[in-house]
């Protein structure tokens, strides 16, 4: 356990006995793929923490629509928020892979960020970047077409993870259409329908999970429009 803390970037300011102090109380426990860790609106006892594997955090909707808020992977923390305010989880957990997390409690991590306030302010800088990211995806679900936020997704994944070919520029989709939606906060018709589209018109090339972008500054060009 005390190897497992000290990897993580919440805990890097402290001792050697303050993570003696903080391992006394965590646990690990281990999450097989698509299994819940916690659900909205269930009471907050916890902090969890990626020690291993990813972790996908969603919102459902009355309907039963998901929407994708964020992935969290080894070092990220998971209902920061709930375990100051004591209040339930706005938001649920599903691991993706195969998951070790580290489990802390509420009441004990409170008392870490009193006595250590580079441990405070870490978790301040993680809450900033979190309602950073809400804004931009509040933004882009208020004013972005689908086709505009599937767009700018596959250039995200270009510029991130591309590979240059004689074709274009080349990614791997590792996201099905229905997983797609979810991120991009639509339905899998529309994702579909804008992706063949997009395939119809030349602006991408699809075969199986392989995407290819033939000519990116053509792609950059049409959201640049629509800013």
Same mark, same amino acid.
């Given at each position: 356990?005390?190897?497992?803390?000290?990897?993580?970037?919440? =805990?890097? #300011?402290?001792?050697?006995?303050?993570?003696? +102090?903080?391992?006394?109380?965590?646990?690990?426990? $281990?999450?097989?793929?698509?299994?819940?860790?916690?659900?909205? /609106?269930?009471?907050? $006892?916890?902090?969890?923490?990626?020690?291993?594997?990813?972790?996908?955090? =969603?919102?459902? +909707?009355?309907?039963?629509?998901?929407?994708?808020?964020?992935?969290?992977?080894?070092?990220?923390?998971? +209902?920061?928020?709930?375990?100051?305010?004591?209040?339930?989880?706005?938001?649920?957990? *599903?691991?993706?892979?195969?998951?070790?997390?580290?489990?802390?409690?509420?009441?004990?991590?409170? /008392?870490?960020?009193?006595?250590?306030?580079?441990?405070?302010?870490?978790?301040?800088?993680?809450? !900033?970047?979190?309602?950073?990211?809400?804004?931009?995806?509040?933004? #882009?679900?208020?004013?972005?077409?689908?086709?505009?936020?599937?767009?700018?997704? =596959?250039?995200?994944?270009?510029?991130?993870?591309?590979?240059?070919?004689?074709? /274009?520029?080349?990614?791997?989709?590792?996201?099905?259409?229905?997983?797609? !939606?979810?991120?991009?906060?639509?339905?899998?018709?529309?994702?579909?329908?804008?992706?063949?589209?997009? $395939?119809?018109? /030349?602006?991408? $090339?699809? *075969?199986?999970?392989?995407?290819?972008?033939?000519?990116?500054?053509?792609?950059?060009?049409?959201?640049?429009? #629509?800013?």
């Amino acid at each position: 356990m005390l190897s497992a803390l000290r990897r993580l970037p919440l =805990f890097t #300011d402290l001792s050697e006995e303050q993570l003696n +102090a903080v391992a006394a109380q965590a646990t690990l426990r $281990h999450y097989e793929p698509q299994e819940i860790v916690f659900a909205e /609106g269930d009471a907050c $006892h916890e902090l969890y923490i990626v020690k291993d594997g990813s972790v996908r955090v =969603f919102k459902t +909707a009355a309907n039963g629509r998901e929407q994708l808020i964020s992935i969290e992977r080894a070092g990220s923390s998971l +209902a920061e928020i709930p375990v100051f305010d004591n209040d339930c989880y706005p938001t649920s957990a *599903q691991a993706v892979t195969p998951t070790l997390l580290v489990r802390l409690d509420a009441v004990t991590f409170q /008392g870490i960020c009193l006595q250590q306030p580079d441990v405070a302010l870490k978790v301040i800088k993680v809450l !900033a970047h979190r309602l950073r990211r809400m804004g931009s995806l509040i933004e #882009d679900l208020s004013f972005t077409t689908v086709r505009g936020r599937l767009v700018a997704y =596959f250039l995200q994944l270009a510029k991130s993870k591309g590979r240059e070919t004689s074709a /274009g520029i080349e990614f791997t989709l590792s996201e099905n259409n229905e997983e797609l !939606a979810t991120r991009l906060g639509t339905v899998r018709e529309l994702i579909s329908r804008n992706m063949g589209r997009l $395939h119809n018109e /030349g602006r991408i $090339h699809i *075969q199986r999970r392989t995407v290819t972008v033939p000519d990116l500054k053509a792609l950059q060009a049409e959201i640049d429009r #629509d800013k």
